[in-house]
């Protein structure tokens, strides 16, 4: 092994360090065994100890060797960043004189433009100042034109007024004139009309009260009652004759007539009245008002297969009769279909009817009458009751579409008889013709008795 040489204050202090380890070790080595430590242990354990020494200083100068390599690189780095920057801004120097000379000489050139734009705006100045006066001059010459114009024209206008003055004064006067005379005759033209409207309104009051009285003597007769003009349904009871001619039975009767009141029932059958026996519908009728005074009428009836007497008054039939009210749908043809109890739909419009003529048709559903809405039978009623003798506009629906039609008051009122009580028949109405009264002194034909319809029947 190759010693190292020390120098003498290192090795001394190498020495010492080295004997203290020794003393150390041998401490306590002698801790664990009591026998003594020799002097060749103790110079190989000293020779270790400067091993190890000798190798932390070969690796303490190869750091600092590698520390001077890499500072020596690191200063290499730096000189050649350092010129680097150096021929950097050598050529930034240049390249910014280069720029600077550039931009005097733009400058230079700005500058001569500038220069050359202010003159030609002082000369543009110039010519339109010269330009200006030039107008003003012009303005000033053209006004003085004008007022010159006006003034003439001034003049004439004061002549033109002072003639149209005059000529008006002659017109006023003329209009005046003219106003006098048309005055006097609408005077004499009022006086002729006063005098002719006082006539028509004398001869139109006359018409109208004929009118009125013709109307009240038409509803007098129609009402005036006659045995060989009226049938047992005009009196709210309807017969039918019994096969064989054996008598009549009844089929139907009006729940609110007289008839109900004086005990008929339906399904009765007709023996005798006041001793006679009953044959037929006519006979039944010509029997009870026999008497037109009388007051008392006794009938046997065939009621579950026992004969019933019933006491009536005819009177009452006759005050029933004469105070029944003309029917404002029947009189003008049409026929309400009852099941819609929602609606007013029409059932059948009779023929040559006014509300045939007006455009009414079967299945058309009444939405409106003058102006109103139509949602129960009794509206439509009032409304044709209330049509004051003039045409009534109606509103239908059909077929989805909106119709509007003017149904006229018919010539001549319908007398209308009491209707059927067929409250439950699941049947519909039946189309049937209605019986207006015959002229006085003829007799109608009696066609068979059967059921009206429950057509305009109010709930």
Not at 90 to 95: D, F, H, P, Q
């Amino acid at each position: 092994m190759t010693r190292t040489r020390w120098n003498r204050p290192a090795g001394a202090v190498l020495a010492a360090i080295a004997a203290a380890f020794v003393w150390v070790a041998g401490g306590i080595s002698s801790a664990d065994e009591p026998r003594p430590q020799t002097k060749e242990e103790a110079a190989a354990k000293a020779d270790a100890a400067r091993d190890k020494i000798d190798a932390a200083q070969k690796e303490k100068e190869a750091a600092r060797d590698k520390i001077r390599a890499d500072a020596k690189s690191g200063r290499d780095t730096i000189r050649d960043d350092r010129k680097d920057v150096r021929d950097d801004r050598t050529s930034g120097r240049e390249e910014a004189r280069g720029d600077r000379k550039d931009i005097g000489t733009d400058r230079e050139k700005t500058r001569d433009a500038v220069r050359d734009d202010r003159k030609d705006v002082r000369d543009d100045r110039e010519k339109g100042r010269d330009t200006v006066r030039d107008d003003r001059k012009d303005v000033r010459d053209d006004r003085g034109e004008t007022r010159e114009t006006v003034r003439d024209d001034r003049r004439d206008v004061r002549g033109d007024r002072q003639t149209g003055r005059e000529e008006v004064r002659g017109d006023r006067k003329d209009v005046r004139d003219d106003r006098q005379g048309t005055r006097e005759e609408v005077r004499g033209d009022r006086q002729d009309v006063r005098g002719d409207r006082g006539a028509n309104r004398t001869t139109a009051r006359d018409d109208r009260e004929g009118l009125r009285e013709g109307r009240r003597d038409m509803r007098q007769a129609r009402r005036e009652f006659f045995v060989n003009r009226i049938r047992s349904a005009d009196l709210g009871l309807w017969l039918r004759q019994m096969a064989g001619g054996t008598g009549v039975q009844v089929s139907d009767i009006s729940g609110n007539s007289a008839m109900a009141t004086a005990g008929f029932r339906e399904g009765d059958q007709l023996v005798s009245i006041n001793g006679q026996k009953v044959t037929g519908e006519r006979q039944f009728l010509d029997a009870m008002f026999a008497d037109h005074a009388a007051t008392k009428a006794e009938v046997i009836v065939m009621r579950d297969g026992k004969q019933t007497a019933l006491t009536m008054n005819p009177q009452d039939f006759v005050k029933e009769y004469e105070s029944a009210e003309d029917d404002p749908l029947l009189a003008r043809g049409i026929i309400i279909d009852d099941r819609h109890g929602d609606k007013v739909v029409v059932h059948k419009v009779l023929p040559q009817s006014s509300a045939y003529y007006g455009g009414l048709r079967s299945g058309d559903t009444i939405t409106g009458a003058r102006g109103q809405r139509i949602g129960a039978l009794v509206d439509l009623i009032k409304a044709l009751a209330n049509s004051n003798g003039s045409a009534t506009s109606v509103e239908v629906n059909r077929g989805n579409q909106t119709r509007q039609l003017d149904i006229e008051v018919p010539g001549a009122g319908v007398h209308t008889t009491l209707k059927p009580n067929t409250e439950g028949a699941n049947v519909p109405p039946a189309a049937q013709k209605p019986v207006l009264s015959p002229p006085a002194g003829t007799k109608p034909a009696l066609p068979p008795a059967q059921p009206a319809p429950r057509a305009n029947q109010l709930p």
